[in-house]
C-alpha cells in the first residue's frame, strides 16, 4: 500500500541514501542527468515486434517524425532500437540493424540527444559514428568491446541490469528485501570495468521491466514499484539512476497507456534521474506539476 506513513518510513529507512552525493552526467552540451530535474527519454522502435504498438516505425521518415514528435512533447532524449526486447522477438543480425538505426541517427542527432540501446559491439560502433551519444547497453556478452567503443567517442553509457549476457534471455531479477542491495553490488563490478575502459559518464538502470523467469502480472509490478520509490538507494553508487517506466496491463486493462503517468509519481518520488518512456506527453506533465503543485 502506498501512503503516507510508509513513503515516511521510506525516507527514514534511507536518510542516508538520499544525502549521498550523485555526480551529473552531461550527455551533450544541453542534456544533463542529475539531481535537478527528471530527464525525460522518448521511445522510437524500428522492430514491428514491438509490443508497444504507438513507439513503432515503420520507415526512417516515421522514425524521424516520431522522434521530433516526442522531442516537442517533452523528451531531452530519444532512444532508438531495431530489435524488441521481450523473449519471443525475432533477433535482428547487426547488419539489418545497422542499416535500419544508422539513417534514423544522422537525421534525429541533428536536433536532438540520440541513444540506442544495443548488445552488439558493431551496432554501437555504427551509431556513435553517425552522431548517438548514448548508448543503452542491454547486455553483457560483449560489454567490454561495447565500453572501449563508448570511451573512445565519449559517449554516456546507460547500464542496464543484465543477469545473463541479454536481457532478452530470461533470468532472475531480486524480489526480496536483499533486492536493492544486489542491485548495487551488480553495478559496482560493472562501473569500474566501464571506468577502466575510459567510460566516465554512466548512468545505472535495474532493469526491471524486462522479462525475468520469477516475475509476471501484479507482482511483476509490486517489484517494479518498489524498485522505483527506493530508487535512492543507488545514490551510493554515485551516479544517475534510470527506469523505464512500467505499463502493467494486469492492473490498468485496457487504461495501461495512463500506467506510465502513475509510475512517474514513484520515480519521482524515489529520486530517480533518468526515466525512459513511450507516453512523453503523460509523462512530462506529471513531472512538472510533481514540481510546480504546493503540498501545503
Given at each position: 500500500m502506498i501512503d503516507l506513513e510508509s513513503l515516511a518510513?521510506?525516507?527514514a529507512d534511507f536518510r542516508e541514501d538520499l544525502e549521498s552525493p550523485v555526480a551529473p552526467v552531461r550527455v551533450s552540451e544541453d542534456v544533463v542527468v542529475g539531481d535537478d530535474a527528471v530527464t525525460v527519454m522518448g521511445v522510437v522502435n524500428l522492430s514491428h515486434d514491438s509490443t508497444y504498438r504507438e513507439s513503432v516505425a515503420v520507415s526512417t521518415d516515421s522514425a524521424v517524425r516520431l522522434g521530433r514528435a516526442l522531442t516537442s512533447q517533452g523528451a531531452a532524449i530519444i532512444d532508438l532500437g531495431a530489435e524488441a526486447s521481450h523473449e519471443k522477438a525475432d533477433r535482428v543480425d547487426a547488419a539489418?540493424?545497422?542499416?535500419?538505426?544508422v539513417p534514423v541517427v544522422e537525421a534525429l542527432s541533428q536536433r536532438t540527444v540520440v541513444s540506442v540501446e544495443t548488445y552488439r559491439p558493431e551496432v554501437a560502433e555504427a551509431v556513435l559514428a553517425a552522431g548517438a551519444r548514448m548508448i543503452n547497453l542491454t547486455g553483457r556478452g560483449e560489454e567490454e568491446e561495447i565500453l572501449a567503443a563508448a570511451g573512445r567517442a565519449g559517449a554516456t553509457v546507460l547500464m542496464v541490469f543484465s543477469?545473463?549476457?541479454?536481457?532478452?534471455e530470461s533470468g532472475q531479477l531480486p524480489d526480496d528485501d536483499d533486492m536493492l542491495p544486489a542491485l548495487v553490488e551488480h553495478f559496482e563490478e560493472r562501473l569500474e570495468?566501464?571506468?577502466a575502459a575510459g567510460v566516465e559518464k554512466v548512468i545505472v538502470d535495474p532493469g526491471s521491466g524486462f522479462t525475468y523467469d520469477n516475475l509476471s502480472g501484479v507482482g511483476k509490478a509490486k517489484v517494479q514499484s518498489r524498485v522505483l520509490a527506493q530508487s535512492m538507494r543507488l545514490r551510493r553508487l554515485g551516479v544517475p539512476s534510470a527506469h523505464a517506466l512500467p505499463h502493467c496491463?494486469?492492473?490498468?486493462?485496457?487504461?495501461?497507456?495512463?500506467?506510465?503517468?502513475?509510475?512517474?509519481?514513484?520515480?519521482f518520488l524515489g529520486r530517480?534521474?533518468?526515466?525512459?518512456?513511450?507516453?512523453v506527453s503523460q509523462v512530462s506533465r506529471v513531472l512538472r506539476s510533481m514540481r510546480e503543485l504546493p503540498v501545503r
Open positions: 518510513a521510506l525516507y539489418e540493424q545497422i542499416d535500419r538505426l543477469p545473463s549476457d541479454n536481457v532478452r570495468r566501464a571506468r496491463f494486469d492492473l490498468f486493462e485496457r487504461d495501461f497507456r495512463h500506467a506510465e503517468g502513475f509510475f512517474a509519481v514513484l520515480a530517480a534521474h533518468l526515466l525512459r518512456v513511450h507516453e
